[in-house]
Every structure is written in C-alpha cells, then in structure tokens.
C-alpha cells in the first residue's frame, strides 16, 4: 500500500507583508500631516464678526432703545491710534449716538440720544479685533415707538446734519415769529420759505456721511494671515515627514530580510 503526502504550497511566509503594512502607515502619517496643516491654517484665516446687536439688524422696535449694543466673536482692543467707533444715523442725516462708543472685551455699547422720531436708521461701526484685523460694516433697522414723534433734531445731544431738511418743528416757530412782523416783512417771509424746500432738495442728492464711509469699507483690503500660525503648520509638517522617513527605512530593512547578509 502506497502512502501518498500532501506537500503544502506556498508554505513560506511572505517576507513582503511587514514592508507593506510599513508602506500603508507612511500614507496615513503624510495624510494626517495635511490634515494637520489644514487644521491650523483655517483658524488663522477665519476671521471675527458680529454675533448680535441690539438694536437687531432688520426689525422693527416699537420702543426707542436708549443704547447701541455690539457684540463680536472675538475681543476688541484699543489704545493709541485704535479707534472703535459707530454711528446711528436717521433718514435727515442726523446722528443719534450720545458720546464715543465704549470697548468691554466683544462688546461695543453707545449711549443714544432722548427723542428719537420714528423711522429708518442705520448703524455703522468700526471695530478693531485683537488679531489686529479691523472690520468697518453697517445695518438698517426701523424705529416704530407709538409714543416717538414723526420729525425730531438732537438737542444737545448726537450730532445734527446742518443739511437736513427743515422739520416741522422748526417750520411752526418761523411761522409765529412771520405772524408778529408787519405785513411787508410776511411778504419777505413767504420768499424766504421757498428757500429751505430748496436746500432740502440740494440735501437729497448728496450723500450721507455713513454711505461713504460703507461704500469705502467693502474696498478696504483683507488683512494677511498672521506668520506664527504658519510656521506652526509648518513645524507639525516636518515632525510628521521625519516620522514617515523613519517607518520607510525601517521597511526597507524588513523587506530585505534576515538572509540578506547571508547572500
């Protein structure tokens, strides 16, 4: 009776595998030394912006706010030549802001002025956040108070557009002092009149002062993404490229085997 063995083929181990397995781990560090690089360049990028206002940019506030408040995703900083400011303007030009504007961490706060009429207003602001980049942007929103009056002027108080159309207000105390003159001086008075409609019409074609200073903050640059987080995006590069040199040569020294020096 013949006895037949079964010899197994491909019974020596594969001296390839451990260079292989060596080769998949220098792909995931390159992979993750990207990441890596990406990770600490974005938030160097990004940079601050408002988060809420009060009055909230769009609405509709039924009671007269008696302050501005700004707040950021980041801190402001102030000091010699750094200015934060901002400005609530009406639909004359009239500047409602009671004093400069005043920094707390994120937050920019402006007393406003009593007597506000009802009607639209725009906020501007200039901020300064501490990555040193600065932001100049503005707002609309609509005063609709039931006890606010229709036409008001600062007193006192903000800063008045000497070219704003003439209120009511004004237009009744120019008619009792009118009532008072003789007749030829209300004759005088009548001509006089017509001369205010005109300066209003002069007033419509110019531009508010918080359009220009818009109009310039959407031309302004874009800062430069500061040095430091580079340089760390960077260094955390090279650590990972030393590390994958490092598994190579030690995959190249198992691919070559044990009985390579034998050879």
């Known amino acids: 009776m013949t006895t037949h063995l079964h010899t197994p083929q491909n019974t020596r181990p594969t001296r390839n595998a451990p260079a292989r397995r060596a080769r998949r781990a220098g792909v995931a560090a390159l992979s993750a030394a ?32 008696g302050e501005l408040s700004l707040t950021f995703s980041g801190n402001l900083i102030t000091g010699e ?9 009406d639909e004359d030009g009239h500047q409602w802001q009671d004093g400069d504007a005043v920094v707390s961490g994120p937050e920019l706060s402006a007393d406003l002025c ?12 200039r901020v300064v956040y501490s990555d040193g980049h600065s932001e100049e942007k503005g707002y609309d929103f609509t005063l609709e108070d039931p006890s606010a ?11 008045v557009n000497p070219d704003a159309p003439v209120s009511s207000e004004a237009t009744a105390e120019d008619a009792s002092t009118d009532a008072s003159a003789s007749a030829g001086a209300g004759a005088g008075t009548e001509e006089a009149s017509a001369e205010p409609g005109s300066a209003g019409a002069a007033t419509a074609d110019a531009t508010p002062e918080s359009g220009e200073a818009t109009a ?9 993404v500061p040095g430091w987080a580079w340089a760390a995006a960077i260094g955390g590069l090279l650590v990972v490229v030393i590390a994958v040199l490092m598994v190579f040569r030690k995959a190249k020294g198992i691919d070559a085997g044990p009985g390579a020096d034998q050879k």
């Not at 690089?37 to 706010?65: C, F, K, M, Y």
């Not at 009593?114 to 602001?125: C, S």
């Not at 229709?150 to 006192?156: G, L, S």
């Not at 310039?216 to 430069?224: E, F, I, K, L, R």
Request: charged content about 15%.
């Open 149 to 159: 009056p229709e036409q008001a002027v600062p007193e006192d108080c903000g800063v």
């Open 34 to 65: 990207g990441l890596l690089a990406l990770a600490t360049a974005a938030p160097a990028a990004a940079h601050d912006q408002l988060l809420s206002a009060t009055p909230a940019a769009g609405t509709a506030v039924v009671e007269t706010p």
């Open 216 to 224: 310039q903050d959407s031309q302004a640059p874009a800062p430069a």
């Open 81 to 89: 030549g750094i200015t934060n400011a901002a400005t609530v303007t």
């Open 114 to 125: 009593e007597g506000m009429p009802n009607g639209e207003y725009r906020v501007d602001y």
